[in-house]
């Protein structure tokens, strides 16, 4: 079976890889089905628009993206868990292949707030701002919902800092979260 | 004369508009052409390369870009002055064609640090650093330099956010700013 699960996952992975690294809009079908090996019968078959295929290969790649960035439950206090976050982007960022926000660079490229795959980035990112509001609660923070969004701004801020300026953040990422996370009172 | 510098200025302009309202690579010199009226063969003697092209239009629209977030003279406190700029982002970014900023667009697009535009992107990004720490510095801030990065992250990553999850960035910009301004003592 062409269309079967394998088509299906190599689809979705080329897709997600393709999109990461040389753009949504830039990767046409054709340089997408010959990277997954899979014809374009094959993959409209499957996915029967490209948009629909950029918005479930966002989905598909979504969860490990930011589950790369959390701390295992090994380390328990809310203050070092959040930081963790920033001391993996700051090493993820130095990566040959990082290319800033998965999320956030489909959006951009996308520009259309409407596009399926629009949705599923906003979806991704208020993960791992829920994921910081937790953090924040249980640490104590003043106000742990905007906490929550300013280490997000500062998350997405640094990473467009390592694409444009400098890989190598040098702490800022962690330095700008601790301040953060020090004047909402989490100890 | 095809070549003159109307010719000039009007393919800068639409490279300007189009590389931001639709992207560096999704925008092609076929596209381009026929937005700004001239014929291929005039672009080529003007710009060898479309990548010349877009280096040039960045250069050329960056010091508007920038200027538009900066305050006026009459403003004199440097915190104030700091504080002008997000607020200016949060009106900037519930503009209909706000798609982020032109400078990270730009650099997360090419995706290649050694091209030309990219060059310019951090150039211009450099820029607003540059102004931030002036500006810490005479506002008495601890570590001026340091400061200035961390506004400049709040700066793109509230960008980012109103691209990803919201236009309306409801104050965050500014707020998150006041957070490292008062960390940084300037008051």
């Known amino acids: ?5 394998n088509t299906r996952d190599r689809l979705l992975a080329a897709a997600a890889d393709l999109f990461y690294r040389e753009g949504v809009t830039a990767t046409g079908v054709e340089r997408l089905c010959t990277a997954a090996g899979v014809s374009k019968r094959s993959m409209y078959q499957l996915f029967p628009t490209k948009d629909v295929l950029v918005a479930e290969s966002l989905a598909a790649a979504g969860p490990d993206t930011n589950r790369m960035f959390l701390p295992d439950d090994a380390e ?7 930081l963790h976050v920033f001391r993996v982007q700051e090493e993820v960022a130095t990566e040959p292949d990082f290319a800033g926000c998965r999320f956030v660079n489909t959006a951009t490229d996308l520009r259309d707030p409407t596009h399926p795959a ?10 791992l701002t829920d994921w910081f509001a937790a953090e924040a609660r249980a640490g104590g923070a003043k106000d742990p919902a905007l906490l929550a969004k300013q280490l997000t701004v500062v998350f997405d801020g640094a990473a467009a800092r390592a694409v444009v300026t400098d890989p190598d953040l040098d702490g800022l990422s962690v330095t700008t979260a601790t301040t953060l996370l020090d004047a909402a009172g989490v100890a």
């Open 118 to 127: 629009a949705a599923v980035a906003r979806d991704f990112k208020q993960q």
């Open 1 to 5: 079976m062409a269309t079967g699960t």
């Open 76 to 82: 328990t206090r809310p203050r070092e868990r959040i």
